[in-house]
């Protein structure tokens, strides 16, 4: 709890502290919750992963491996309460190229019979502009763009999205259903999530997710302006590094 507080106290956002509160727990599940920390070594990291290797992907045990790794470096170098920092070592995973629409699923969105053409134009919205899940409910509309402020904004940095006209009414409709649920935030935000994967398995593409849109938006850009610099910016990324994935493509095959 004081190294959540640490974290807290030195500018970290509350879902960053809730991520790190999650992780911890899943370490003090493995090693037990009365291990003293003066015991922590390479042998309960490497537990952890065999203790995790069915409970969660590897990617999910890598970023669990990350929080600790920074909870053990503010043990030894702030709290000062170990003499070194065990290694940590994650598991190795393929780079994995995004998964994208091709042209085909999206006409085969639009002409989906059973889907509004209100959800029709959010999902365009998405792929179009490239915006986070829930970026369009953070943000706020300025003459036809869309301002993320840096406290809402994933990096911390604030972002500046260009919309087209009829994006604009499509987010201020989004809004408007927004303001008029009474379920959380969460809920109400994460519901295109799940309208898009019953679209996802309509058309055929059932391991697309709405995030799968953005990717789309990032592969396009990156086919017309070959800036990856640009599309990085676009996307709102901290490092090009972020960015060089979508590089990765076949061009041939695309």
């Not at 998405?126 to 970026?135: A, D, H, K, Q």
Request: glycine letters at 4%; proline letters at 2%; charged letters at 30%.
């Amino acid at each position: 709890n004081e190294y959540l507080d640490y974290l807290g106290a030195n500018g970290r956002k509350k879902t960053t502290v809730e991520r790190a509160r999650y992780c911890l727990n899943n370490f003090m599940n493995s090693t037990g919750i009365n291990t003293p920390i003066e015991e922590m070594n390479v042998e309960k990291i490497e537990y952890f992963k065999c203790y995790f290797k069915e409970r969660l992907t590897d990617n999910g045990i890598n970023i669990n491996l990350t929080r600790i790794k920074a909870f053990l470096n503010w043990c030894f170098e702030v709290k000062e309460v170990i003499a070194k920092v065990p290694r940590v070592t994650k598991i190795k995973v393929p780079a994995k190229v995004p998964s994208y629409l091709t042209a085909n699923d999206l006409d085969k969105i639009l002409k989906l019979n059973w889907l509004s053409l209100f959800y029709k134009d959010v999902f365009r919205m998405y792929w179009e502009s490239g915006v986070r899940l829930r970026e369009p409910f953070n943000g706020r509309i300025d003459r036809g763009w869309l301002i993320v402020d840096a406290s809402h904004s994933k990096t911390g940095i604030e972002r500046v999205i260009n919309l087209k006209t009829y994006h604009v009414d499509t987010i201020e409709e989004m809004h408007r259903r927004f303001n008029e649920s009474s379920s959380h935030f969460k809920t109400k935000t994460d519901h295109y999530s799940r309208v898009f994967k019953k679209v996802a398995v309509a058309i055929g593409r059932q391991k697309l997710s709405l995030h799968n849109l953005r990717d789309t938006y990032a592969v396009m850009r990156y086919l017309e302006t070959r800036d990856i610099y640009l599309v990085s910016k676009e996307l709102g990324h901290s490092s090009v590094k972020v960015t060089e994935k979508y590089a990765m493509f076949d061009l041939r095959r695309l």
